[in-house]
């Protein structure tokens, strides 16, 4: 099978030096990524994904892949393989030199290496096929072996030519690949990445069962099988974890440097519980998950799911005592940047986001795209948005305004922001953002609707900020129901972190008599000024305008009562 070829040496099964610290695990990788990542991945962030034809052509790039469809055309019409199904040594030279496998430094090993590699995951995807030889296959062969007596010729032939390779279904699917049908060639490419991922896990696992004298051979083998499956759950689990750090790591990165994580982070974040930051106690687990996933990390960067810059080999103590030490001082960041890269660095390609968006739909996940909420007008946009637990508003509304003109978009999201239900603030709030977005052109679409007494407390605040002069003043019960909107909408977004909306709650306080304030708040015909006065209550600093807020709520809770709602 496909990455069958990888051992385990003994450095890849030791550890790193002990003296290695938790600075250097994290070279020059911010140290508050541990406090982003939620251990459980529930929830999958929406991603991009360039487009079929880009993946496919991807695809056939990644040398291994593209090795084991060049060894399907050169076995054509057939090879005789021996008894294990395999080339044999005489016919891999003769593959590695005909597909040109063979390094500048000549060395075989390596080239023979790639032939085996190639062979196996052929095989396993049907781009070859092992049957048994016919009649007109063993003709030739005995034809080229006409210089022998007749009996060692029969033999050698009978024997070599048992069972032979031929190009497969898979290869036939695929055709010509200059016209090859990219979601064919992606579908490829993902058996390919199952199939690797799979060997990779399978290499891994290191299975030691005791000997127990007062167990049967029964015993033994039940016990030896079900240790092998909890291995083996345990090493996938590492391995599809990793993996999702990795995507989501693709998904709220900028640039390609923020994509890349270091082996070490990414370790501290699969051992570290939720919510807390690694300490030197962890750092045995730490550099364990890091020893464990180095060779499975090069496994997938083989078959194109990951750039990965493996664990420096120097690093790993030598069982003669003869340990490398590495000491940072810290001093320079390139240096840590250069430090870190010797324990690893990965991040997924694009056919790699791709690969586990796959994984995580066919594992019954949500697994989003950006720009999916952006397909309609802006009453879906901002129903989508408001409506989905895993999406990136900025980056939907960035994709929705793609080609529309700013201040037709700008009248759109407006209108489409009007309304009293229970999402209507988050909308508003979301509107604001687009008009960020489309800047000063927005702003003619923004005027009109200073008179909306839904809108106008977006629109005054919009303009202020734009350094619009000369803007009505609010009315008293206007400016009232928009505090109460925009503190609502902050209260219902899930994205808002608890000290953002401390800071709102007390720009709303902190000019105005808060007894007359909340007085005036508790009547305000919104259907979250309960919620509102009672969070105020909740989190506002000050305990009198806590207390205030509290009473006022309580009021606000009887009216709706009286009023049915």
């Not at 291995?231 to 590492?238: D, I, K, P």
Request: proline share 5%; with cysteine; glycine share 8%.
């Amino acid at each position: 099978m496909a990455g069958s070829s990888r051992k385990k040496s003994d450095s890849s099964s030791g550890s790193l030096p002990a003296d290695v610290d938790l600075e250097t695990l994290y070279g020059a990788v911010g140290g508050d990524a541990a406090d982003d990542e939620d251990a459980e991945l529930i929830v999958v962030p929406p991603v991009r994904l360039l487009p079929v034809a880009e993946l496919a052509a991807a695809a056939l790039r990644v040398p291994l892949l593209a090795d084991a469809i060049r060894l399907a055309h050169w076995v054509a019409p057939f090879r005789p393989v021996d008894q294990w199904g395999e080339l044999g040594a005489e016919l891999e030279t003769q593959a590695a030199l005909a597909l040109d496998l063979v390094p500048d430094d000549g060395d075989a090993d390596v080239a023979l290496a790639r032939v085996a590699e190639a062979w196996s995951l052929a095989v396993d995807l049907e781009l070859i096929e092992v049957s048994d030889a016919t009649e007109s296959d063993r003709a030739p062969a005995a034809d080229a072996a006409g210089t022998a007596s007749s009996d060692t010729a029969s033999s050698g032939t009978e024997s070599a030519a048992a069972e032979v390779a031929r190009p497969g279904v898979g290869l036939e699917a695929l055709g010509d690949l200059e016209r090859a049908d990219p979601e064919t060639v992606l579908d490829v490419w993902e058996t390919a990445a199952s199939i690797v991922a799979g060997t990779a896990v399978e290499a891994e696992i290191d299975l030691g069962v005791p000997d127990d004298p007062s167990r049967t051979a029964e015993d033994e083998s039940e016990a030896e099988y079900a240790e092998l499956e909890e291995a083996r759950e345990e090493t996938q689990g590492l391995l599809d974890d990793a993996l999702q750090v990795l995507y989501e790591s693709s998904a709220f990165a900028a640039t390609e440097a923020e994509e890349t994580v270091s082996l070490g982070v990414l370790a501290a974040l699969l051992v570290s519980p939720e919510g807390q930051d690694p300490d030197e106690e962890m750092l045995g687990d730490i550099t364990a998950v890091m020893v464990a996933l180095d060779p499975m990390l090069q496994d997938l960067a083989a078959i194109g799911m990951v750039d990965y810059s493996p664990i420096d080999p120097t690093l790993f103590e030598e069982e003669d005592g003869g340990d490398e030490t590495v000491v940072l001082d810290g001093a320079d960041e390139e240096l840590n940047q250069a430090q870190a890269a010797r324990f690893g660095m990965a991040r997924l390609t694009p056919l790699g986001v791709h690969g586990v968006r796959q994984w995580l739909l066919a594992d019954g996940y949500q697994a989003p795209l950006v720009g999916e909420h952006a397909r309609g007008d802006a009453v879906e946009l901002l129903t989508g948005i408001c409506a989905s637990s895993n999406v990136l508003p900025q980056e939907e509304i960035r994709e929705w305004l793609i080609g529309r003109e700013p201040l037709a978009a700008a009248a759109e999201l407006l209108a489409a922001s009007r309304g009293n239900d229970l999402v209507a603030p988050v909308k508003r709030m979301f509107c604001g953002a687009a008009l960020d977005q489309l800047g000063a052109p927005a702003a003619p679409a923004v005027r009109e609707v200073l008179a909306d007494p839904e809108l106008a407390g977006l629109a005054t605040a919009w303009l202020t900020g734009q350094g619009t002069p000369d803007l009505p003043e609010l009315s008293r019960p206007v400016l009232l129901w928009s505090q109460i909107d925009a503190i609502a909408a902050q209260l219902i977004d899930s994205a808002t972190e608890e000290e953002g909306f401390r800071e709102l709650i007390l720009r709303v306080t902190e000019s105005q008599r808060t007894e007359e304030l909340f007085a005036e708040l508790w009547r305000v015909d919104h259907p979250y000024t309960t919620a509102v006065l009672e969070a105020v209550g909740e989190l506002h600093p000050d305990k009198s305008t806590a207390k205030e807020a509290r009473k006022a709520a309580y009021k606000a809770r009887s009216k709706a009562g009286s009023q049915g709602r």
